[in-house]
């Protein structure tokens, strides 16, 4: 069985930064790993993800450049370093594990992921 662990988040005011981790435990194949948030009524969307195949990333539009993702994947881990953060980046934050696609890109569709944290909530105050 494989666990995802977030950790991390907390309320900051605009400007200001804050790093996730995420840490996977169990045995399992890992191609990649990411993060997607969830804002109150809206739907799961992709923030961020690394291959590790690559050793690529890519970012949502609203994030780049403020955000960063880096990782280890020996360790299955991986963090999202979140600077000059906004008000509408307040969301429930889940780290995502990729087990089967043997891509050689980022995967950011929620459904090529297979294993998925708990979330952790990051609030943004203005």
């Known amino acids: 069985q494989v666990h995802l662990v977030e950790s991390g988040g907390g309320s900051v005011q605009a400007g200001g930064s804050l790093r996730l981790s995420c840490a996977a435990s169990?045995?399992?194949?890992?191609?990649?790993m990411a993060w997607f948030r969830q804002a109150p009524g809206k739907e799961k969307i992709f923030v961020a993800a690394?291959?590790?195949?690559?050793?690529?990333?890519d970012y949502a539009g609203s994030v780049k450049g403020r955000f960063t993702i880096s990782g280890d994947n020996a360790k299955n881990t991986v963090y999202l370093q979140m600077n000059m953060l906004r008000p509408e980046d307040t969301a429930v934050y889940y780290c995502?594990?990729?087990?089967?696609?043997?891509?050689?890109?980022?995967?950011?569709?929620?459904?090529?992921?297979?294993?998925w944290g708990q979330g952790i909530q990051v609030t943004v105050s203005s």
């Open positions: 690394i291959n590790w195949s690559a050793g690529t990333t």
């Open positions: 169990g045995r399992t194949t890992n191609y990649g």
């Open positions: 995502a594990l990729d087990n089967y696609s043997g891509s050689y890109i980022p995967q950011t569709l929620p459904q090529e992921y297979t294993y």
